[in-house]
């Protein structure tokens, strides 16, 4: 699997645009990135993931560049409760073993 | 609330002992994946199952085993526990198997004595 590497820590103003990146440089055709975080202690929580184009959904957008070597997931209006540990994953979907592998990720403070 | 529960939320047990974490999936969620989180490890796999099989190992230690029942509901067995074995443990169930939207519980916190 492709490693990912993520800056260990960011901040980002209450109500701003959090814009978390991630560089998946040795990623395959097959693999996909996905984004979980963690909030302090709790079950890590599934974001997003995508293949190629960007994705949108409730929670995040995900930008993924045109040779897929990067990307960025972003949280258009960052809340305190948004304080967590992002990870990027980069895995294949079919045909291998299914279990996620975490990075150290990077650690997101929104203050107020 | 993710729909995968865990238990018990804390467990405090002594060196030497075994323990029994369980955990039940998400409705229709067919594949159980455990993982383990310590201070200096980080996030770990140790194994996954679907639909009563094993699927996938990870670090799992020998003094570890697991199990997925009939009815999906699956168990972590902690023997011979040593200090190190303090950690998060952490359920997650997925549809089918693949690595799409794993969805995990809110883990049993282990503390060995």
């Known amino acids: 699997d492709a490693k990912t590497t993520q800056p260990p820590s960011m901040d980002c103003a209450e109500g701003r645009a959090a814009n978390l990146p991630c560089n998946h440089s040795t990623i395959s055709g097959n693999e996909y990135v996905y984004w979980y975080r963690q909030i302090h202690s709790q079950g890590p929580q599934y974001i997003i993931h995508g293949l190629k184009n960007n994705e949108t959904n409730e929670m995040a957008s995900l930008i993924i560049t045109e040779d897929r070597k990067s990307s960025t997931l972003i949280l258009p209006h960052a809340t305190l409760r948004d304080t967590a540990v992002y990870y990027c994953i980069v895995r294949v979907v079919w045909g291998s ?5 975490f990075g150290k990720g990077t650690k997101l403070s929104v203050k107020p | 609330d993710s729909g995968v529960t865990q238990t018990p ?5 002594a060196t030497g002992q075994r323990v029994t974490l369980r955990c039940s999936p998400r409705s229709g969620d067919l594949s159980v994946y455990w993982y383990q989180q310590s201070l200096d490890q980080g996030l770990q796999f140790l194994i996954q199952y679907y639909n009563g099989e094993e699927r996938a190992k990870g670090n799992i230690l ?8 009939p ?9 011979s526990l040593e200090l190190g074995d303090s950690a998060l443990y952490f359920c997650a169930s ?10 995990f519980g809110p883990g049993t ?4 004595l």
């Open chain 2, 109 to 112: 916190r282990l503390l060995v």
């Open chain 1, 97 to 101: 073993q299914g279990n996620l592998i």
């Open chain 2, 62 to 69: 020998e003094r570890f085993s697991a199990q997925q029942f």
């Open chain 2, 9 to 13: 939320k804390h467990l405090i047990t």
């Open chain 2, 71 to 79: 009815d999906l509901h699956s168990e972590l067995n902690l023997s």
């Open chain 2, 94 to 103: 997925s549809v089918d198997g693949s690595v799409a939207s794993q969805y």
